[in-house]
Structures are given as structure tokens and as C-alpha cells.
Nanobody
């Protein structure tokens, strides 16, 4: 199983980026997908997740209204559209997959619930 995150980079405050997470070897439709981030000197934190069919999404409060998570089950790919970026969004962003048996439950927000992780893509927002 591989999760490949990409799309990070350097952007000015107020700008936008779109992260992608391409998966292989994963029964993508059986996994809730999530994004986490880790800023320098800080612990990894939850950013956003969606459930098996992408209908139900959850976000950490600091990104609500600015970030949008989505997925394409046919392409086995997940996305994170990040708008109105702030310097405090600077971090390495990781995608992760959490096995789920039912799409009627919300996706998890705790890292221990995720079975597979990507390598991370770095996002730097300058002020």
C-alpha cells in the first residue's frame, strides 16, 4: 500500500494550494481518508477527513470555511483544497487512510484510527 501526497509549496498569505493524495494497493472505497499536519516543533494534528463515499466531511475549527476535502474513488485519489492560507497553516501535510466497514459513521479525527500514511508534502505560507 502506498499513499503519495503532493502539491505542497511556498505561497503567500491569502493564496491557495491544492494537495493530492494518490493511493495504490489500497481498496480505496473501503477507507475513510484524512489529512493531518505537523508544524515545526509541534505535534501532528488533524486537519480534515471524509467518509467512504465522501459525503460526510469533518474539519478542525481553524480550517473550516477555508479548506475543502474531497475524493475521487474511481481515481483512488483524495484532495485538499486550501484557500485563504495563513502563516499558521505552515506545516508538513500528511494523508492517511482509515479502514471503515460502514459509510454511515463519521470519519475519524484521531491519528491512531488511521492504518496507512503518506510521506508528507510541505506547505509554507509566508506573511
Amino acid at each position: 500500500v502506498q499513499l503519495q501526497a503532493s502539491g505542497g509549496g511556498l505561497v503567500q498569505a491569502g493564496g491557495y494550494l491544492r494537495l493530492s493524495c494518490v493511493t495504490s494497493g489500497l481498496a480505496f472505497g473501503n477507507y475513510a481518508m484524512g489529512w493531518f499536519r505537523q508544524a515545526p516543533g509541534k505535534e501532528r494534528e488533524f486537519v480534515a477527513a471524509n467518509n467512504l463515499n465522501g459525503v460526510r466531511s469533518i474539519y478542525t475549527d481553524s480550517v473550516k470555511g477555508r479548506f475543502t476535502i474531497s475524493r475521487d474513488n474511481a481515481q483512488k485519489t483524495m484532495y485538499l483544497q486550501m484557500n485563504s492560507l495563513k502563516p499558521e497553516d505552515t506545516a508538513v501535510y500528511y494523508c492517511a487512510a482509515s479502514w471503515a466497514y460502514y459509510d454511515g459513521i463519521p470519519p475519524p479525527s484521531i491519528s491512531s484510527a488511521y492504518n496507512y500514511w503518506g510521506q508528507g508534502t510541505e506547505v509554507t505560507v509566508s506573511s
